[in-house]
């Protein structure tokens, strides 16, 4: 609000004409609202892109090898959904049945043990102090910022030589090693498992042992959930290595099983587009049941550090 006024507070004279702004502090509302505005906007582009692509596979699903190519692609046209699931589950005699077990198998299975042996590690890394521990911690570090793809080869040559190539142990084996879990137990370990409840239970004459499986892991559920998770969706989601160190049809997991299926059109002329879509939508299902399932680890983790 603008004013002219004559005098100023110690009582001179004030040119004429003059004009006197006079400040207001910012309403701590306001800005918040504008914040809150702002980081809703944010999240509502971002859901969008992270959304889009699902939203496009759905509707590449419903659509048959005609409409894929002739229709509109972002909207939908003929229903052809259950003709594609039918005939994804029953081509090759029902081998995509199989792929889906396996990859079951290996995310399932590999990332369970994975998560138990982190756990573990990061507990130990984290509460027991030996000669060497910094090295080790050092390794761990440095091992994760090593990509993958890079021990991809050196891991066909060692199941080569010992004969696991185009096993099941070929995908098992890799999946229970995975330092990024190791570091993420570790730092959990420290913010929540306390040194003093460590002494009392072996002050009461609790074992080691005891003391892992009894106290820690129930107290590291909210950890041991997350690293499950980033274990799960990593291995469902691999296609360096199983394209190989898995040679037999039958081994293949989801992603080489599609990857398969859509370079028969070069191969052999045979089209099958729409199921490899269709099998693509049905790949994210288990991963966003997955996320479900484990939002309730996560919300009694977040509770039972509110409580303490």
């Known amino acids: 609000m603008a004013l002219t006024e004559n005098r100023t507070e110690n009582g001179t004279e004030r040119p004429r004409g003059r004009t006197v702004r006079r400040l207001t502090r910012p309403d701590p509302a306001a800005r918040s609202r504008g914040g809150q505005r702002f980081l809703l906007v944010g999240l509502a582009l971002a859901s ?14 419903t659509k048959d090898r005609v409409g894929l190519y002739q229709s509109n692609g972002l909207w939908f046209s003929d229903m052809h959904l259950w003709d594609n699931l039918r005939q994804v589950f029953t081509y090759g005699d029902g081998i995509f049945l199989r792929w889906t077990a396996n990859s079951f198998l290996y995310a399932g299975v590999g ?31 440095g091992s994760f ?14 199941f080569s030589e010992i004969g696991m190539v185009d096993t099941p142990w070929a995908m098992l084996i890799p999946c229970l090693i995975n330092p990024f879990s190791v ?88 089209d099958l587009t729409s199921l490899v879509l269709t099998g693509a939508l049905l790949s994210i299902v288990p991963m966003a049941i997955m996320m479900v399932a484990m939002r309730r680890y996560w919300r009694s983790g977040v509770t039972m550090g509110a409580l303490k």
């Open 48 to 61: 969008a892109y992270s959304l889009f692509p699902v939203y496009w596979l759905i509707i590449a699903a």
């Open 183 to 270: 570091y993420l137990a570790k730092v959990y370990t420290e913010a929540t498992i306390p040194f003093e409840l460590l002494e009392a239970a072996r002050i009461d004459g609790a074992g080691e042992l005891r003391i892992f499986f009894s106290i820690v892991l129930r107290m590291m559920t909210t950890g041991g959930a997350t690293v499950f998770l980033l274990a799960f969706v990593n291995t469902w989601n691999a296609f360096f290595l199983p394209l190989t160190v898995l040679r037999g049809e039958e081994n293949w997991t989801l992603n080489l099983g599609l990857y398969n299926w859509s370079g028969k059109r070069a191969e052999s002329g045979v």
């Open 145 to 158: 910022l090593i990509p993958i793809a890079l021990l991809t080869l050196p891991l066909y040559l060692l």
């Open 111 to 141: 990332s369970l043990g994975g998560t138990l042996i982190a756990l573990a590690t990061g507990y130990g890394l984290a509460r027991f102090d030996f000669p060497g521990r910094s090295a080790v911690f050092a390794c761990v570090v």
